[in-house]
Every structure is written in structure tokens, then in C-alpha cells.
């Protein structure tokens, strides 16, 4: 009965430190919202300067974190049947999400139906796209991600190459034999996690500051006009698919799996508002880690496994934004598109979102690179430049909600 009662006050304690840092984290955006709107261009630049400074932190510690995740993980359940079910699972929600998503953004498409633009206004678009932007093929992508030296993934952040080292490393522990060796790198390594998360801990605590930084910046954008030029239906149809799979087709997902979507999106604010402002995947991964684990409560064999992976391949608000602005290029370019090609299109978002680099404006250059290709108007692509910005904040936090739902949902089917 005291062991009952002392587990009680834990999760009352708990509870009531979670409603805490609730409040602190919306004081601190709505505070940085009105510093932002000021226009005092000192203290702008302040908030920017600790915006950098935050971001610049996550992501020395997301590269790390990632080779770490994968490899302990391997090596510590890889001999064991349940890898291969994580896997499994993880790869099917991953699948079903991206599919939906994109499906979500195309029949939003049909029915907004985004009308074209006039062609100074491409014209003039076109000098807005950055010179060395859109020259990558597809073989140049595949053939980055196979690294040539050990170091080269590690200064570049190229999470697919460090993904497939930390593979590699965790299998060949996994395969290894018991002994003081085996053992001894296996110490390090998760010596080195801990390490790792005490950090990230850390800079979870002093979030709010990051919070205030980050919605000062945006806010302060947003009064310059960054979206003042908007493209009205166009950006309807982004957002709208964004905001539908966020709070309806994910939760859905939760639902149909017992899980409760908003207690899971209440535990998982700190990631999902950290991704909104870093624009960042990747750099959110350790703070996904962290509040999957402690506040949402996934298993750490399923959350270090298929968090990382999901990083990658899980690319909900990518696979919208490829399909949706790649129709809307070629339509301004004069083709005629049939449902039958829409479909298509729909498939070659799903399959470039998969494998594209959680890192900022990731979307806009694969999606630029694919336009370069076909030889639409990439003109349009620097209209949309200027506004790309907001769309990159909700879609980056839209993937980073999704990833937290398939690792929910992967360690739901565990349990059962």
C-alpha cells in the first residue's frame, strides 16, 4: 500500500510539473511574439543572435545522437526477434502516414484548384532561386549517401550515410561474440549516450529562452512582410493538408490503435515546438528522444531505433509540399494534368520524401531539383521562396508530430 501511494504522489508530481512547464513554454512564445512585433531592431537582432545560438547547439548535439541511437540499439537487441518487428512496424506506419499526407494535399489540390500566375511574376521569380540550387541529379543523391571515410558524415551531417555507419557498427557488435572487448566498446558507447542526454536535459530546461527567441524572430519577420506576397491558394492548399494531417488523419491513427492523440500531443509539445522554430528534423531528434522516453512514455529500444530512422524516411509535410507544388509548377508551365498523372506524381512524392535530409529547406531543393528535370518553370519556385519559411516551420513540426506517433503506435504493437 505505501509502494501505491508513493507511485500516486510521483505521478501527481509529475502532472503537475508537466502543467508547469506548459505554461512557461506558451508564456514565453506569446512574450517573444509581442517583443517580436516591437520592430526594435536591437533587440531583434538580440533574439536572433540566441535563436542561432540555440539551433547551432541541437544540431552539434543531433549528429551524435543519431550514430549513437542506431548503433546501441542494434548492438544491444539486433540477435533479438523483436528488431526486425520494430522495424516492420515502423516502416508501415512510416509508409501509410507519407501516403495519406500526400493524398490529403492532392485532393485539397483538386478542390482549391490554385489558378496560375502571371508570367512577369515567374519571370521575375526565377532570379529569387539560389545560382547553385537545382544542378543535383538523383545518381549525385545516392551516390552522397555511400561515404568514402569515416569522417566525411560526420562534418557533412549527411543523416542517410551516418545512418548506414551506425548500421553497420551496430551489427557487427551484434554479430560480434561475448567478451571484455565487445563489452568494453559497448560501455563506451553507451557512456557516451548518457552523456549525451544529460546535455540534452539540459538545454531542455532553459527551453522557454529558446522559445522566446524563436517566436520573437518569426514574429519580426512576419512584421516586415516575409508573407505579405503571398500566393493565397496555393499556400491555402500547404497549410490546409498540413494542419488536417497534423490534427485529424494522425490522430486517427492514434485512435484506431488505442492510443489517446491529445495526451500524446500534449506530452510531446516540448519537440514539436522545438521542430516548428528550428525548421529542423534532425536537429530536434534529441529532444524528441527525450520527451518521447520521459514524457510520453515509449520504450527506449523502440524510441532510439525508430526515432532516428523516422528522421529520415518519415516525411509527412515533405511528401504534401513535393506533390502539391510540383502540380502547381507544371500547371503554370502549360501542362495539362490528368487524375492519372496526379497519381503518379503522388507516388514520386512519397518515394523523394523518403530519404530526404531532415535539415532546413530540405523539401524546397529536392522539389526544385525535380522541376529543374522537367523543365517546368522553375521561375515559380523564388515566388515561393520568400514564404517558404512559415511553410517549412509547420511542416517540419507536422513531421517530427508524425514521427512521435509511429514510435507510439510501433510500441503499442510491441506491448500487445
Given amino acids: 500500500m505505501d509502494q501505491v501511494s508513493q507511485d500516486n504522489t510521483q505521478v501527481n508530481?509529475?502532472?503537475?510539473?508537466?502543467?508547469?512547464?506548459?505554461?512557461?513554454?506558451?508564456g514565453a512564445l506569446v512574450v517573444g511574439a509581442v517583443l517580436g512585433m516591437l520592430g526594435q531592431q536591437g533587440l531583434n537582432a538580440l533574439m536572433t543572435f540566441i535563436a542561432t545560438v540555440?539551433?547551432?547547439?541541437f544540431q552539434f548535439l543531433a549528429v551524435p545522437t543519431i550514430v549513437l541511437a542506431i548503433t546501441t540499439t542494434l548492438a544491444s537487441i539486433g540477435t533479438q526477434k523483436d528488431t526486425g518487428r520494430i522495424f516492420r512496424h515502423a516502416v508501415t506506419y512510416t509508409l501509410l502516414t507519407t501516403i495519406a499526407a500526400a493524398a490529403v494535399g492532392l485532393i485539397l489540390y483538386l478542390l482549391i484548384?490554385?489558378?496560375?500566375?502571371?508570367?512577369?511574376?515567374?519571370?521575375?521569380?526565377?532570379?529569387?532561386?539560389?545560382?547553385?540550387?537545382?544542378?543535383?541529379?538523383?545518381?549525385?543523391?545516392?551516390?552522397?549517401?555511400i561515404p568514402n571515410n569515416l569522417v566525411q558524415p560526420f562534418l557533412e551531417a549527411n543523416v542517410l550515410s551516418l545512418l548506414l555507419v551506425a548500421a553497420a557498427v551496430g551489427i557487427a557488435l551484434a554479430k560480434m561474440p561475448a567478451s571484455p572487448r565487445r563489452d568494453t566498446?559497448?560501455?563506451?558507447?553507451l557512456g557516451l549516450q548518457d552523456i549525451?542526454?544529460?546535455?540534452?536535459?539540459?538545454?531542455?530546461?532553459?527551453?522557454?529562452?529558446?522559445?522566446?527567441?524563436f517566436a520573437a524572430q518569426l514574429s519580426a519577420q512576419v512584421s516586415a512582410g516575409v508573407v505579405a506576397n503571398s500566393l493565397g491558394r496555393y499556400v491555402a492548399v500547404i497549410l490546409g493538408g498540413n494542419v488536417l494531417q497534423f490534427f485529424v488523419i494522425l490522430p486517427l491513427f492514434l485512435l484506431v490503435r488505442g492510443i489517446n492523440p491529445i495526451r500524446h500531443l500534449s506530452r510531446m509539445l516540448p519537440a514539436v515546438l522545438m521542430a516548428f522554430f528550428t525548421k529542423s528534423s534532425a536537429a530536434t531528434l534529441p529532444v524528441t528522444m527525450d520527451t518521447a522516453e520521459k514524457r510520453a512514455g515509449v520504450s527506449p529500444k523502440v524510441s532510439r531505433f525508430v526515432l532516428p530512422?523516422?528522421?529520415?524516411?518519415?516525411?509527412?509535410g515533405c511528401a504534401a509540399f513535393i506533390l502539391v507544388t510540383s502540380l502547381f509548377v507544371m500547371q503554370n508551365g502549360g501542362t495539362h494534368l490528368t487524375l492519372s498523372m496526379m497519381l503518379l506524381w503522388l507516388l514520386i512524392a512519397v518515394v523523394s520524401a523518403i530519404g530526404n535530409a531532415g535539415v532546413p529547406m530540405g523539401c524546397y531543393f529536392l522539389t526544385l531539383s525535380l522541376m529543374t528535370g522537367q523543365g517546368a518553370p522553375v521561375g515559380i519556385m523564388g515566388v515561393i521562396l520568400?514564404?517558404?519559411?512559415?511553410?517549412?516551420?509547420v511542416e517540419t513540426?507536422?513531421?517530427v508530430w508524425s514521427d512521435s506517433c509511429v514510435a507510439a503506435m510501433t510500441d503499442k504493437d510491441l506491448k500487445r
Avoid at 508530481?13 to 506558451?26: A, E, F, G, P
Avoid at 544529460?198 to 527567441?213: C, T, Y
Fill in 13 to 26: 508530481q509529475n502532472v503537475v510539473k508537466n502543467r508547469r512547464q506548459l505554461v512557461l513554454w506558451i
Fill in 54 to 57: 540555440y539551433t547551432r547547439l
Fill in 113 to 145: 484548384r490554385p489558378g496560375n500566375l502571371p508570367a512577369q511574376m515567374v519571370a521575375g521569380g526565377q532570379a529569387s532561386i539560389p545560382k547553385t540550387l537545382g544542378g543535383e541529379t538523383y545518381y549525385d543523391h545516392i551516390l552522397s549517401v
Fill in 185 to 189: 566498446v559497448m560501455n563506451l558507447l
Fill in 196 to 213: 549525451l542526454f544529460m546535455l540534452i536535459r539540459a538545454l531542455i530546461w532553459v527551453l522557454p529562452l529558446g522559445i522566446l527567441a
Fill in 309 to 316: 530512422i523516422c528522421t529520415t524516411i518519415n516525411m509527412n
Fill in 386 to 393: 520568400p514564404i517558404y519559411t512559415i511553410i517549412d516551420m
Fill in 397 to 399: 513540426a507536422e513531421n
